[in-house]
């Protein structure tokens, strides 16, 4: 991103964008059981996370702002399949504008500092905090709960997931981002046109990290 | 390939075929709003059959839609047993169940209904409008809204949809593979999550590039001639119809 003057279109990037608010409402409907807690794991906020980490603060913000403004208009894309603007005012709308806040802070630490493991972690960390710091006081508005009730049904049961997905996007992140970096953003035009070929990208990846940690 | 005919036009030449899009849309968001207000089961059903007038009308195949909805069959079945468990409130009388709450049950029936409904008129909306129109209508609809780049954002709402079924394409793909090698057996969610997340993440990435290079290919830009719309006085009486199921649904009194 760095090398592109900001005001220019980038059709790659705003594709990506696209991208990945449709991963994000792919993400609401793909439940994953955990067994250590009776909350399944959602996968919408792991896309979110996964999307400040690729796309950086500004078209991170961008694709879920996107995806907010399609529940807005009445598709049935936050989770569990609610919409409109009363999936805002309700319990859970401190969440769904956590996810602005998160998003943001993690492009923007990702952005801010060289790709590493640790930098990560600590970036999706912080991101999730601001995302609780946000939801759990609007939870607690809304229905009019005291602090220990908000934090039972607002955090507590989100905790192993969480946990469960911060890891999983590091995984991921530690695979797929280099690639992607080489293919979009720091560089306008692959070095090779990568997209064509039917290697696998996660074997081709993987030597690259190894070296670079 | 997993066959997906929800969220795909079908071509057909029906009043809804022809109606203007624009008013199309406002139906929509007309008919999801009337529904995320209806609480009695009066609401339901207006609704219920303002979609299934639509549906008939379209003329889309309903055998098909509906066996396309088993996966969100699957999303109001967890959602309804977890609210049933979930929400306290006062046991049903002879219900064979224990811990089965009323309110939880009403609850959940409310939600599926709700779910239901907006996905039907979503699955109508998109089966008679072709994405071309819709990015077109979008466009239209932001070009007094300030600030917003209109033909880029309806370009990204165009290719989410776009996505959308590729994504569940591969999802449904990829998971009937590593189900013939036994992967959901693995208990371990970090394994299950990056097993699922890495291969539809890079393959759905090498398809996003596809789509780049075929649209700088074929000259991609922002300024294009404007869509000319025509409406028909059919339209504003669907239109009104719309209106009608909204109002009804707001002021019919909820028993």
Known sequence: MSKNPPEAFNLRMTVYCALFTALIIIGSY?????????VPIVLADFFIMTAGLFLGCKYGLVSVALYLGLGIIGLPVFAGGKAGLAAFFG???GFLAGYLLLVALV??????????????????MAGTLLLYAAGIPWLKL???MAWGAALTAGLVPFIPGTIIKIIAVLAVARVLLPQFRQRSGFQQYPRESVSLSHRAPAADAAPQINKGD | MAPVTFFHCIPRDTLLHRMDARLKLLCLVLLSVAVSFAVAPAHYLAALCAVMAALFTA???LPALLKDMKIFGVII??????????????????????GVSLPGVVTGLRFAGRLTIIIMACAVMTGTTSLLTFKNVVEWYLRPVPFIPEARVAMMINLTFVFIPLIFDQYVEMMSAQKARCAD????PIRRISFIVLPLLSRTLRRTDEIVYAMEARCYSETRTR??????????LILAAAAAALVFILYYPCA
């Open chain 2, 59 to 61: 003329e889309l195949p």
């Open chain 1, 91 to 93: 319990p859970t709308g």
């Open chain 1, 107 to 124: 492009g923007w630490i990702a952005g801010k500092t060289r790709p590493a493991v640790l930098t990560h972690a600590l970036a999706l």
């Open chain 1, 142 to 144: 809304v229905t009019g």
């Open chain 1, 30 to 38: 793909i439940s994953i059981p955990v067994p250590i807690g009776p």
């Open chain 2, 77 to 98: 079945a967890i959602v309804l047993v977890v609210d049933a468990f979930s929400i306290p409130g006062p046991p049903i009388p002879n219900f064979p169940v224990p």
């Open chain 2, 227 to 236: 869509p000319r719309f025509k409406t028909h006085p059919a339209d504003w």
């Open chain 2, 185 to 188: 057996l693995r208990k371990n």
